[in-house]
């Protein structure tokens, strides 16, 4: 067990919805990351928070946004869904520099 | 830019077989090098890391030394079991939010 939390761990919906992701980092962990996971298992990142604040944008889109609320746990907003949306949604703490990242088990999206 | 660059999957292997899988990088500063294992429906499992050059990392009987010369951080284990059936990702860090990983190398294991 990592100790990151992340729920759903499954989402089904239709193209044009909107859904949150929620991941709990782990214990003492200021920094939040959020890779998305496709089929052909490349992992993406899309986006990293720390103690509250954006610190990193990677190959996020406009339609996707991110937060990180007071007791450090984050949401990742996906709207406008497509069906290339579907993927594997991994969230991941750290807690200083260099250190390794620790990662949930992920939101699996569907995009129907 | 930065990246790492790992040799592509999938990789077959029977048990008990010699396992390397081959991870270089390219980096500006002086990173950290981790290799995360991903079981299938599972998340990234940090595997082993080396902090600096010369480093061996190791954990399970895997090992991989970060050798700054040529660059790479080869993942290496003696005999492979059937449960060692994943996806290894190399990955590297620095500056904090430089964070990259390799594009994953399948595992398969045949008993």
């Known amino acids: 067990d990592s100790g990151v939390t992340q729920t759903p761990k499954h989402l089904i919906t239709a193209t044009g919805q909107r859904v949150t992701l929620r991941c709990s980092p782990r214990s003492g962990d200021l920094s939040v990351y959020w890779y998305q996971q496709s089929l052909d298992q490349g992992l993406q990142f899309l986006i990293q928070?720390?103690?509250?604040?954006?610190?990193a944008k990677g190959n996020i889109l406009e339609r996707f946004s991110a937060q990180q609320f007071p007791d450090l746990h984050s949401e990742l907003n996906l709207s406008s869904l497509e069906l290339g949306d579907s993927a594997l949604y991994f969230c991941?703490?750290?807690?200083?520099?260099?250190?390794?990242?620790?990662f949930g088990n992920g939101t699996r999206l569907t995009v129907t | 830019g930065d990246s790492v660059t790992q040799m592509e999957g999938p990789v077959t292997l029977s048990e008990e077989a010699f396992l390397t899988i081959n991870c270089t990088y390219t980096a500006t500063g002086y990173p950290s090098l981790f290799w995360y294992v991903q079981y299938p429906g599972e998340g990234l499992q940090l595997l082993l890391k080396?902090?600096?050059?010369?480093d061996k990392g190791s954990n399970k009987g895997f090992e991989a030394t970060y050798r700054k010369e040529t660059t790479s951080f080869h993942l290496e284990k003696g005999s492979v079991q059937v449960s060692d059936s994943a996806v290894y990702f190399c990955a590297l860090i620095y500056n904090f939010n430089k964070f990259y990983f390799g594009s994953g190398t399948k595992l398969n294991v045949k008993p």
């Open positions: 991941a703490s750290a807690k200083a520099s260099n250190s390794p990242l620790h």
């Open positions: 080396a902090t600096k050059a010369d």
């Open positions: 928070y720390y103690n509250g604040e954006e610190r």
